[in-house]
């Protein structure tokens, strides 16, 4: 299997939360990344968690880790069409910072 | 933020030819360059790393004499595709990074993202 993986869509109505999960098999991943892609555009970092750390928010981000399960999750509160995008999730190991990617979540918001 | 362009955009050639992609680090000088490859609905596959200046070191089942990078400024790295074939039609991103390598943070061995390539071989 793939060392990233996470669900290919998601479809949310806006104003509410959105929940974007990704699993990984690498247990000696020091950060997990979100990044998100709009059209056209590169990846943008959005948030990383590093392993000894259970959750961090950033305003309307919320990353939750699960070590034991190796299981990461992304929430976005009060979602807005802007936030339309694919989300990847991605890990590396200490001192790399070069991310593994899972094959992205696409997030549709509809009103 | 910084920014990092792709050129071209995207670019249709026959079997056989060669295509070279561009990759420029526009506000800041990248010490280091990456090269990906994406194929439809799979992640982003890592090709090969180049700092400025010394070869690119390529990842495992990427074949140095097919994808040809130069990483040859601060601020410019190509990726040529030589004698390509239809199975090199792919999604090419380059990332760009200018933080020092070490143990300090993600935030600080940022890679900036291009907007990717798309490359389509008949």
């Known amino acids: 299997g793939e060392d990233v993986e996470q669900s290919l869509f998601l479809s949310v109505r806006e104003g509410d939360s959105s929940v974007i999960n990704c699993t990984y098999t690498?247990?000696?991943?020091?950060?997990l990344y979100w990044y998100k892609q709009e059209p056209g555009a590169g990846l943008q970092l959005l948030t990383y968690i590093f392993s000894n750390m259970d959750m961090k928010q950033d305003q309307r981000l919320t990353v939750l880790l699960n070590k034991k399960d190796k299981h990461l999750s992304l929430r976005i509160a009060d979602t807005q069409t802007g936030d339309s995008a694919i989300y990847f999730c991605?890990?590396?190991?200490?001192?790399?910072?070069?991310?593994?990617f899972g094959r992205g979540t696409s997030l549709i918001v509809h009103p | 933020g910084a920014v990092v362009s792709q050129h071209p955009s995207w670019v249709i050639c026959k079997s056989g030819t060669s295509v070279k992609i561009e990759c420029r680090s526009l506000d800041f000088q990248a010490t280091t360059m990456f090269w990906y490859r994406q194929f439809p609905k799979q992640s982003l596959m890592l090709m090969a790393t180049s700092n400025e200046g010394s070869k690119a070191t390529y990842e495992q089942g990427v074949e140095k004499d097919k994808f040809l990078i130069n990483h040859a400024s601060l601020t410019l790295s190509t990726l040529t595709v030589t004698s390509a074939h239809p199975e090199d039609s792919s999604f090419y991103i380059c990332s760009a990074r200018g933080g020092l390598a070490g143990d300090i943070s993600p935030y600080d061995n940022e890679q900036f993202f291009g907007p990717g390539t798309r490359l389509t071989v008949l």
């Open positions: 690498d247990s000696s991943s020091t950060y």
């Open positions: 991605a890990e590396s190991i200490r001192g790399s910072y070069i991310p593994t």
